[in-house]
């Protein structure tokens, strides 16, 4: 907006409820925006070349089969939250960790910006997941997951964002 009043609703542990009140090209707008810190994504290969995934309860769905992550803690940057978010959801660490790309996944009314690494030379570390995560750690193959995201049976977004960008700039 090209000048806003900000009217803060609800402040909670991970995200916030902010009212915007302003102008955007000269025409008066109002706009319910979610503040969120941000999260990071970790697509890891192990030494077989199998990808680490996660399957956890997610309220109000149920089981998700997805990519380790999580969100960003105060000053913390994206490559350690995901370093972070893999070893304790996984009970992995990485040696080696590049950017894959960070996207918006509902830039209409949040700010939470997704940001997703690769990660290889895994070593086994100790997983130390939060008390309320009930998680199960799974290992497939790219062309699989490819396969359960055409079938419908992976539904999560940085999952698909990440291995579709994967897949992309392998070729």
């Known amino acids: 907006m090209d000048r806003a009043t900000r009217h803060t609703k609800f402040r909670g542990r991970i995200l916030g409820l902010s009212v ?14 979610i503040e969120h810190p941000g999260a990071a994504a970790i697509l890891a290969f192990d030494p077989d070349g ?17 990519i380790p ?15 972070r978010e893999l070893t304790e959801e996984t009970g992995y ?5 590049k ?21 290889s030379d895994l070593k086994e570390a100790q997983s130390n997941p939060d008390e309320d995560e009930i998680i199960s750690v799974e290992r497939y193959t ?4 490819l396969e359960m995201i055409r079938a419908g049976r992976i539904q999560d977004s940085k999952t698909i964002c990440a291995l579709l960008a994967y897949t992309a700039y392998q070729s």
């Open 20 to 33: 915007y009140e302003g102008e955007i090209e000269g025409r008066r707008v109002t706009r319910e925006i």
């Open 142 to 145: 790219i062309s699989n997951l």
């Open 93 to 97: 660490m990485a040696g080696s960790i």
């Open 99 to 119: 950017p894959l790309l960070s996207y918006y996944p509902s830039i209409g009314y949040n700010t939470e910006v997704i940001h997703c690494f690769v990660a």
């Open 50 to 66: 199998m990808v680490i995934m996660v399957n956890q309860h997610r309220f109000p769905r149920g089981r998700v089969l997805e």
């Open 69 to 83: 992550a999580g969100t960003l803690e105060e000053g913390e940057s994206p490559r350690d939250c995901a370093l």
